[in-house]
């Protein structure tokens, strides 16, 4: 398997733009995570689905946020408008099911709002 | 929530060194993880561990889940060791946040030659 693949690795981008983070989860995986990466505040746990249903999305930051998975295989991350407090690194994970299973990460897309 | 400590946060070892990371969390877990994050920052897996002991070559953990810890070690460490170590965990007890993986803040080892 190719793994968790995520998509643009790099977007650099204006403020006040719409910027979408692709995410492809491992085939067979039912729960799958977006977590956003920064010096301040560690790895934060955005949002979480399982079997394509967000279970827990506490951690969206705003409401600019927003996040669907209408398949199994794809899920997409949304901030509208970006702002420049929102460049991170942004890390999507599944993992076979809810639960005791073990979670395996994508690369990371790294986001740059200027 | 649960919390998740990690200790040391900053480790520098001359390579060839052993060293022991910890984890504590304050509740019980069904799930409990070690990541390396390279320089690249890439997260690696390490261990899938939410008790007993496992080893992979140069790189063992252990967790004891009734005292609510586990422990990372690396012998022999080599300057491609150099990263962060994370600790995540998933807690038993949270009801619909039962399938949050909740990362500590991570130690950061620099191993020089």
């Known amino acids: 398997d190719a793994g968790v693949i995520q998509s643009p690795r790099h977007e650099v981008t204006e403020m006040g733009q719409e910027v979408t983070l692709r995410c492809k989860p491992i085939?067979?995986?039912?729960?799958l995570f977006w977590y956003r990466q920064t010096m301040m505040r560690g790895l934060e746990l955005l949002i979480y689905?399982?079997?394509?249903?967000?279970?827990?999305d506490s951690g969206m930051p705003e409401d600019r946020f927003s996040a669907k998975m209408p398949n199994a295989s794809f899920s997409t991350l949304k901030i509208q408008p970006s702002e420049p407090r929102d460049s991170a690194v942004y890390f999507c994970a599944s993992s076979p099911r809810q639960g005791d299973t073990e979670a395996f990460f994508g690369q990371g897309t790294r986001l740059t709002v200027v | 929530g649960i919390q998740v400590e990690q200790s040391p946060p900053d480790l520098i070892l001359q390579e060839g060194a052993n060293s022991t990371l910890r984890c504590n969390f304050s509740?019980?877990?069904?799930?409990l993880q070690w990541f390396h994050q390279n320089p690249w920052g890439q997260l690696i897996n390490l261990f899938y561990?939410?008790?007993g002991t496992k080893q992979n070559g140069r790189l063992s953990a252990t967790t004891v889940a009734t005292e609510r810890y586990s422990l990372l070690y690396i012998s022999s460490s080599q300057t491609t060791d150099s990263g962060v170590y994370f600790c995540a965990v998933k807690s038993r007890n949270y009801g619909g946040s039962q399938g949050n993986l909740i990362f500590g803040k991570g130690t950061k080892l620099s191993v020089k030659p």
């Open positions: 561990i939410p008790s």
């Open positions: 689905f399982n079997n394509n249903v967000p279970i827990d």
């Open positions: 085939s067979g995986h039912n729960s």
């Open positions: 509740d019980s877990v069904n799930n």
